[in-house]
């Protein structure tokens, strides 16, 4: 049986956690792609030995996992480093989720992409698009009280994700994460209910 897969995304700062975390407490199965991610570059990772082969030891932290300050310093300086990266880490990400989607034993699976939107070949996988939007000043409110950035910092990483237009542009469900939480979890309590309804269908 094929899973019922919702891709989730949402710009940095939008609360894609926070919804993905409503959506588990409602039943949903999740796998993240950035959990994945620190997964694969943790100390031990299953990306490490490709990653340091190709970069060198100097993107190794104390710890043995990925120094991602100097990774994101390296690709920064050297456009084609990025490149690298994701031929290494994206085949394993994209390997990984498709295990754990098809493992989940939940009705369906929300399946997090901070990148959905840019990255095609997710869409691909997902038989609906589900974005968590709100407005970019909330946006940059957001990200500066969490990480400290400047607001000129978070525009910076906003201006390399897809705009907000790109996003809703290709959402088949938006969650409004600009309110009260208690909004927010009505929001996603209906869309469970949907999606049970969706993935019974397909079943």
């Not at 940095?12 to 993240?32: E, M, N, P, R, W």
């Not at 790109?166 to 600009?178: F, G, H, K, M, Y």
Request: glycine share 6%.
């Amino acid at each position: 049986m094929s899973r019922y897969v919702v891709g989730l995304t949402g710009g940095i700062g939008s609360g894609k956690s926070t919804v993905a975390d409503a959506f588990v407490a409602q039943g949903a199965a999740l796998v993240d792609t950035d959990a994945i991610a620190h997964e694969l570059t943790a100390p031990q990772g299953a990306a490490m030995p490709e990653l340091i082969a190709a970069f060198g030891d100097d993107i190794v932290d104390a710890d043995g996992a990925l120094d991602r300050a100097a990774m994101r310093r390296r690709v920064f300086a050297d456009p084609a480093a990025r490149g690298r990266l994701e031929a290494i880490l994206h085949p394993r990400i994209r390997a990984l989720s498709a295990e754990r989607v098809q493992a989940a034993s939940a009705a369906y699976a929300i399946l997090a992409v901070p990148l959905l939107v840019e990255s095609g070949q997710w869409q691909t996988r997902c038989d609906r698009v589900l974005v968590v939007d709100c407005p970019e000043a909330v946006q940059i409110e957001r990200v500066g009280r969490r990480s400290g950035l400047s607001a000129d910092e978070v525009r910076a990483i906003m201006a390399a994700q897809a705009s907000r237009e790109q996003r809703l542009a290709v959402a088949d469900d938006i969650v409004r994460n600009d309110g009260e939480r208690t909004n927010l979890y009505r929001q996603v309590a209906a869309l469970h209910l949907k999606y049970l309804e969706l993935a019974a269908e397909k079943t």
